[in-house]
């Protein structure tokens, strides 16, 4: 199966500044998708990202607040704009695990928002 | 829409004794399903999964879990566990096919005593 690398795993950022975070598969894969893990709670998709194409943000998730890019097929990135302590979370990206019908993530990004 | 259930946010349980963790999933037509487990400072791994025919699964590191249509449940059990189980355990649900959606239970965390 794949393996991702994910950077930074944390970070503190001041309100108002963005963060990006980046993601790089050692295999080529279709389709990414970014998750946010908020203290005490589950994932929620973000965002689905297929490359050459916009991305596709799941309700309550907008593209100005996180843009996303996917130049090729290895690489995803997830910005955080204009940060509030509200989004003070753990960000996951994932790939479709195609050997063994599930998905793999990256470590996260712990972020935090002061 | 699909959406996953784990009663249990936390579970305290003595080295080497048995445990079940619980997970009750919605879906109006067939799922695949999936357990995964996080550990500290660390990003999911797939534990197991139940795509289709035997309705009991199991993992390399002794867990089961067992698909009950009926009661439409996934519930992962382990007969002894040791101190290196201790993590959170994710229960999640997707439609059957490539590129599905995963939805995510809330988590239930494993805390095993010595």
């Known amino acids: 199966s794949a393996v991702i690398s994910q950077k930074p795993s944390r970070d503190i950022c001041q309100r108002g500044t963005s963060l990006t975070i980046q993601c790089q598969v050692d295999?080529?894969?279709?389709?990414m998708f970014w998750y946010r893990q908020q203290p005490g709670q589950s994932l929620t998709l973000i965002a689905t990202?297929?490359?050459?194409?916009?991305?596709?943000?799941e309700s309550g998730f907008v593209i100005d607040k996180f843009p996303i890019s996917r130049p090729n097929l290895t690489f995803s990135t997830l910005t955080v704009s204009n940060m509030s302590p509200e989004d003070s979370s753990i960000y996951l990206c994932s790939v479709e695990d195609r050997e063994n019908y599930g998905y793999t993530f990256g470590s996260g990004t712990r972020l935090t928002v002061v | 829409a699909q959406s996953v259930t784990q009663l249990d946010s936390q579970v305290p349980v003595f080295e080497e004794a048995p445990v079940e963790l619980r997970c009750n999933y919605s879906?109006?037509?067939?799922?695949?399903l999936f357990w995964y487990v996080q550990y500290p400072n660390q990003g999911l791994q797939l534990l197991l999964k139940y795509l289709s025919g035997s309705t009991l699964v199991e993992s390399i590191n002794g867990f089961e879990a067992e698909f009950n249509k009926s009661q439409t449940s996934f519930h992962l059990r382990k007969p002894s566990v040791h101190i290196s189980d201790t993590a959170e355990y994710f229960c999640a649900v997707s439609e059957p096919g490539g590129y599905q959606k995963v939805t995510f239970g809330t988590g239930t965390k494993l805390q095993v005593i010595p």
């Open positions: 990202a297929n490359q050459g194409s916009e991305a596709t943000y």
């Open positions: 295999s080529q894969v279709t389709m």
């Open positions: 879906s109006s037509v067939s799922v695949y």
